[in-house]
């Protein structure tokens, strides 16, 4: 079944103005995001993740960055009123070791700024081996994910019916099943299977990086609190195709042809009820175009029956993140 012919929720994209980064990452907004969804036209809604864009300048630190919410919650109101997807949800940053009176005060300002649309925190694992020549390096300090006020954090979200959101490189994966285990109360939602770094000392390493993370996935889906997105490995700093121009940019079989045993082991392990696919745009759109992995999307899935292919497309998305 091609891309276009089941309902799709996009549940992982990111916005930002012409400031973020310094301007060295250009803009990406309404129109921007529009321009990519409409190439599948199946794609009818989406959420936003955080990415530490349009902070606020001022004021206390630990609410700079509902900031973000309310620049995101003005986007998606415009995308309410427009032809195209709309931004359904919105999954915002906080420190997650704060005490929790002051935990409560960021995430009750997120819920007041989103609009009715806030749904989670991501408050990413990810920290940046040393020496690796990451394009985008994880900032969060080692061992971030074993700190009791950091557990205490994540355990409140699901408290509150919120869910938790975390990215981080494979060689962190082991950490992200210790940390299920201490929170089974939360919804964990790990993005982009744990990224599998392809640049430096792991350049050309990928298919010894798979069977190391096969069984950590699996022992992972052993936690019956925590679901995957299915996406998210066209990063640059994955290694499989090159900003350099080297490698050219994949068609579906291109695709497939290096990626497809991800997608199928995740969901062999989690099931169609616990993974979602996500496009991860447009820090993906490095490498690859959306339509492509969509339709790749649409090959894989064509192996499960209709009601798994509901779920994952837009059912496990809408369930998680209640939209």
């Known amino acids: 079944m091609a891309a276009n012919e089941r309902e799709i929720v996009d ?13 060295l990452a250009g803009s990406y907004l309404l129109d921007d995001l529009h321009a990519d969804t409409d190439t599948v036209p199946a794609v009818v809604g989406t959420l936003f993740m955080e990415c530490g864009a349009s902070y ?11 900031g973000e919410t309310e620049f995101v919650a003005g986007v998606a109101a415009a995308s309410e009123q427009a032809p195209g997807a709309t931004i359904l949800g919105i999954v915002g ?13 960021v995430l009750d300002a997120h819920t007041a700024a989103a609009g009715g649309r806030f749904r989670g925190i991501r408050d990413a694992l990810a ?16 061992g971030r994910g074993a700190d009791p006020d950091f557990r205490r954090g994540v355990a409140h979200l699901g408290e509150r019916g919120l869910t ?21 109360g939360t ?5 982009h299977f744990s990224t599998p770094i392809g640049v430096g000392e792991w350049a050309g390493r990928h298919d010894e990086i798979f069977e190391a993370w096969k069984p950590v996935l699996t022992e992972l889906a052993s936690c019956p609190n925590v679901v ?10 994955n290694g499989f195709w090159p900003i350099d121009g080297s490698v050219p940019r994949p068609d579906v079989d291109g695709f497939l042809a290096v990626q497809e045993r991800w997608y199928l082991h995740a969901i062999d392990c989690f099931g169609p009820d616990r993974a979602m696919f996500e496009s991860n745009f447009p820090v993906d759109k490095f490498c690859v175009d959306y339509p492509v992995v969509w339709e790749a999307f649409a090959r894989l899935a064509s192996r499960y029956d209709a009601a798994e292919q509901d779920a994952l497309f837009a059912g496990t998305a809408r369930r998680v993140y209640r939209v």
């Open 228 to 237: 995957v997105k299915l996406g998210g490995l066209a990063m640059p700093d």
């Open 127 to 142: 920290s940046a081996p040393p020496g690796v020549p990451l394009m985008i390096p994880g900032p969060a300090e080692p």
């Open 11 to 23: 549940p992982h994209h990111h916005l930002w103005g012409p400031d973020f980064m310094g301007g």
């Open 56 to 66: 606020r300048p001022d004021g206390p630190e630990h609410l700079r960055p509902v």
């Open 93 to 105: 940053h906080a420190d997650l070791t704060l005490p929790l009176d002051r935990l409560d005060e």
């Open 164 to 184: 938790y959101d975390t990215w981080q490189y494979h060689t962190q994966l082991g950490d992200v099943v210790d940390l299920a285990r201490a929170v089974p």
């Open 187 to 191: 919804t964990v939602v790990v993005d």
